[in-house]
């Protein structure tokens, strides 16, 4: 198979044909006939000048293919042909979760967990991707930087708000964003962007503020955990994406969810919680959280999540070292809650997620896996089926 | 001096460096009191309180000039936009073709300028007057939001055309950006300057028709305008007319959603003759041939707009490069006419006959054309509408001929064939081929409110995507309480 590419097209059941893409395309790649107007997949650099002018809706569209559409298939279009089963790809191949390869192959093996390829819940919002590239970079302005962890732990988890100003930045929970370190590498070359988890809901960290925020860890050695680690109110920091396409909040109020994490992988349940709570603050009952760390003062958010009712929310946290207490892990309280989690399995509308390091996925996987044999479920089966259904979703590192 | 982004440090967001122009800031700010009373006394003061989904530009590069937010009309920031300066952009057509494109205007087409934009500017402000109640029966917040962003864009190419008049002028443009305010849609005393702008838009299907039909009008405008030697009215309309492609969008999609909603509910109910009017529109829908109707309506009203088909007026516009043709740097041709001839209608021997002119003297009509074609493309997608629900109906733009007020075609009278037709044969047509009182009357019964976030009226359908991908149910409109 030559290596699939991802091809930007135009919906001619949406488009009025106004023509304003047309005319602002950089590198003429958009033209048009009678009929429909066509993108030439030749000409087309993924410059997304053309996304935010367009009156319509019609133009955000991607499709992923081995073959690219000609200008004369396109003409001849009285709607978009659905995207093809590519048979054999990976992810970042036949992903849609960033058109940067880099940054689709760094998604890619962070979904690597989930076995097999992701699919958004049926349900998600629209998710905008590589608005802004390593070639055209956002300037984010840096209005705060707040130590998570107790200062005298070893373990420096940071809160880091960034504010876009007049620059659109579309991000949804769940969605990633890149931040390029300054500096060269070894070879002169530019850093290539890092990604990190958007930890606010999508109207921002403050409502109707266009910022967001993020959960950044400092990594002994680390060159951009430690740049943004060290970030000042007022700094400015040049940020690519959003990417990720598949890790998304179903929109449906009455979707259930389980959120298993660790550490910064908390950042996007932050996102999915503040926006259930902004959307729909008297819906309860439907959210669960298991959230692991070494100690309470390691733990993220651990004050304001304890504020978080848990008629809201059922919290159930897993320290590994509490003085004078047995190690918990994320798959024991899993085990512990086996009849909740079991209920979930079972359920047409429960979603599970899972965020942190990839050091987890094997003892919550054998969690699971017994808790579903607990009710006489295959879970690899069960698993794939909630995968293809866009409710079972990995995201670790 | 000019800027990519926008200014916010004066009253007036700009990216013309305002700031250092005392002159006009000054002339502006004196301008901008009467602009929001005008506004403020315009809009039901509960949707003037409300806090709408709006797009505003924060700049001219194609990244920012969509930035969605909630906001209170009265505290829109309209602004002066200009596209960016093309470097050594030249005049593009008539006798000064070639030379460098003018940073100031021309002493002796000082005149004709000012009225090219005086008629521009004062029918933004008159779509805005002629659409005020239409709020209170909006079908969905999704409409409202769409009727509230094509007024408040409205509202800031009314700013465009007055920078201008302010910046270029003089004490004569102070006085006309004035007039902009004082004259109003359908008063006695001082109404707008072009008739179609006179006419109140009763009913939702009429704003969608007028923003399909109309505001098309003035979109070729725009692209004229956009062609011209004056660079800063060139660089203005060229950012207008990217707001005005949201106004085309309102209008293609909303006839197609009350389209695509009759059909529906014709189909539930086993109807296959689009003409049982009778039970179609006691299911609450708009039947095809009233929607018809509309359109001959809208359409030729619009046509009207482009003045007589032959004229000295618009030849002697493009010969100065004040105004060019629709997409003139794209014609191959010497871009000064002249030799060259254009076929126009005329009336000889008491037939139509097409005739050879002058192709300067029939800017007009080369015009009207361009947007004849450019307005058959939607009817051909609502086609396709009605042909995939199957029902055997299909609309057409009637024949320029009919129904004319302007031009060669006026004080005669056609049917929407084209054909020369009797006094009497047109008055028994006319209830067959322009809205009655009786049809007006019955698209009025169905114009209800509907506020409840992704509910809509009866008679349309829900629109296929969001606005700025927002889900079906997104809550557009806060609504203040009444």
Not at chain 1, 137 to 154: C, Q
Not at chain 1, 217 to 224: I, N, Q, V
Not at chain 2, 292 to 308: A, E, I, P, V
Request: glycine content about 8%; proline content about 6%.
């Amino acid at each position: 198979m030559n290596k699939p590419l991802k091809q930007h097209l135009i919906d001619p059941e949406i488009c009025i044909r106004c023509y304003t893409c047309e005319m602002t395309c950089p590198v003429e790649a958009i033209t048009h006939d009678d009929n429909n107007v066509v993108v030439d997949a030749d000409k087309c650099n993924f410059c997304m000048d053309c996304i935010p002018v367009c009156p319509t809706g019609s133009i955000d569209e991607w499709r992923v293919v081995v073959e690219p559409y000609s200008l004369d298939e396109q003409y001849s279009w009285d709607e978009l042909p659905e995207q093809a089963d590519l048979a054999g790809g990976g992810e970042a191949e036949t992903g849609l979760e960033a058109l940067d390869e880099a940054m689709a192959a760094l998604l890619a093996e962070a979904h690597a967990g989930a076995g097999g390829k992701a699919r958004a819940p049926a349900t998600a919002s629209k998710p905008t991707i590589n608005l802004y590239t390593i070639g055209k970079p956002a300037t984010a302005k840096v209005t705060g930087n707040f130590r998570l962890t107790a200062e005298g732990s070893d373990n420096d988890v940071r809160h880091i708000i960034l504010d876009f100003g007049g620059q659109p930045m579309p991000v949804l929970e769940g969605q990633s964003i890149g931040i390029i370190p300054p500096g060269t590498d070894a070879e002169g070359k530019p850093h290539l962007p890092r990604l990190y988890s958007v930890s606010s809901p999508r109207d921002g960290e403050r409502p109707n503020y266009n910022n967001l925020s993020l959960t950044v860890k400092r990594e002994a050695g680390g060159l951009c955990s430690n740049y943004v680690c060290d970030l000042k109110p007022g700094d400015d920091v040049q940020v690519t994406g959003p990417f990720g396409a598949t890790f998304l909040l179903p929109s449906d109020p009455n979707a259930e969810l389980l959120m298993i994490c660790t550490g910064t992988g908390s950042a996007p349940f932050r996102g999915f919680t503040m926006r259930r709570q902004r959307e729909t603050p008297a819906n309860t009952g439907k959210l669960t959280l298991v959230f692991g760390a070494r100690r309470p003062e390691e733990l993220p958010y651990f004050g304001p999540l304890k504020k978080v009712p848990d008629s809201f929310m059922h919290k159930v946290f897993a320290f590994s070292r509490l003085q004078g207490e047995s190690k918990h892990y994320v798959q024991d309280k899993l085990r512990e809650e086996a009849g909740r989690v079991a209920a979930m399995l079972t359920n047409p509308n429960a979603y599970i997620y899972i965020c942190g390091l990839k050091e987890m996925e094997h003892g919550v996987e054998a969690a699971l896996d017994d808790i579903a044999r607990g009710v006489g479920l295959d879970w690899k089966a069960a698993r794939d089926a909630m995968r293809e259904d866009g409710r079972y979703h990995v995201e670790t590192y | 001096m000019q800027d990519m982004n926008v200014a916010y440090d004066t009253l007036i967001p700009n990216n013309v460096g305002l700031s250092s122009d005392k002159r006009v800031l000054k002339a502006l700010e004196k301008w901008h009191p009467g602009y929001i009373n005008w506004w403020n006394d315009l809009i039901p003061d509960q949707f003037q309180r409300s806090m709408i989904y709006l797009r505003t530009a924060v700049s001219v590069d194609p990244k920012g000039w969509a930035k969605f937010d909630y906001v209170k009309m009265p505290e829109y920031r309209w602004g002066v936009l200009l596209a960016p300066q093309v470097e050594g952009r030249t005049i593009p057509c008539g006798e000064h073709a070639g030379q460098p494109a003018w940073q100031d205007v021309p002493g002796e087409y000082r005149n004709m300028m000012k009225r090219l934009i005086v008629i521009q500017g004062d029918t933004e402000p008159a779509s805005v007057e002629q659409q005020r109640f239409l709020a209170i029966t909006a079908p969905s917040l999704y409409d409202m939001r769409n009727l509230f962003q094509v007024n408040v864009e409205e509202g800031r190419h009314l700013w465009a055309m007055v920078y201008l008049l302010h910046k270029y002028f003089g004490r004569d443009g102070r006085e006309e950006a004035d007039d902009l305010l004082r004259r109003s849609s359908g008063s006695e005393e001082a109404p707008r300057m072009l008739g179609a702008f006179n006419e109140e838009t009763p009913d939702w299907l009429s704003f969608f028709m007028f923003t399909y039909f109309t505001d098309r009008d003035g979109k070729m405008q725009l692209e004229s305008l956009a062609q011209s030697g004056f660079d800063p009215l060139s660089r203005t309309c060229r950012f207008m007319l990217t707001e005005e492609a949201h106004h085309m969008f309102v209008g293609e999609t909303g006839v197609g959603r009350t389209i695509e909603r009759t059909c529906q509910v014709m189909k539930e109910n086993g109807i296959d003759d689009p003409y049982d009017t009778d039970r179609i529109r006691a299911l609450g829908v708009i039947d095809l041939p009233l929607i018809q109707k509309k359109l001959n309506l809208h359409y030729t009203l619009s046509l009207d707009l482009f003045g007589q088909e032959v004229s000295t007026n618009a030849a002697n516009a493009f010969n100065a490069g004040i105004k060019g043709r629709y997409h003139e740097h794209r014609i191959d041709d010497d871009h000064k006419l002249t030799d060259a001839t254009y076929t126009v209608w005329d009336f000889e021997d008491g037939k139509l006959v097409r005739k050879d002119v002058p192709a300067l003297t029939a800017i007009n009509m080369r015009l009207r054309d361009d947007y004849t074609r450019d307005a058959a493309g939607g009817v051909g997608r609502w086609n396709k509408i009605i042909e995939k629900a199957g029902i055997d109906f299909e609309l057409k733009l009637p024949h320029e001929a009919f129904n004319r007020k302007i031009g060669v075609f006026a004080d005669k009278l056609f049917d929407p064939e084209g054909k020369l037709v009797s006094g009497a044969d047109y008055d028994a047509g006319q209830t067959k081929w322009l809205p009655t009182h009786a049809d007006g009357d019955f698209i009025q019964s169905l114009m209800v409110q509907v506020t409840e976030p992704g509910q809509f009226a009866g008679w349309i359908a829900p629109p296929k995507v969001g606005i700025d991908n927002k889900p079906g149910d997104f809550e557009y409109v806060k609504l203040a309480m009444a």
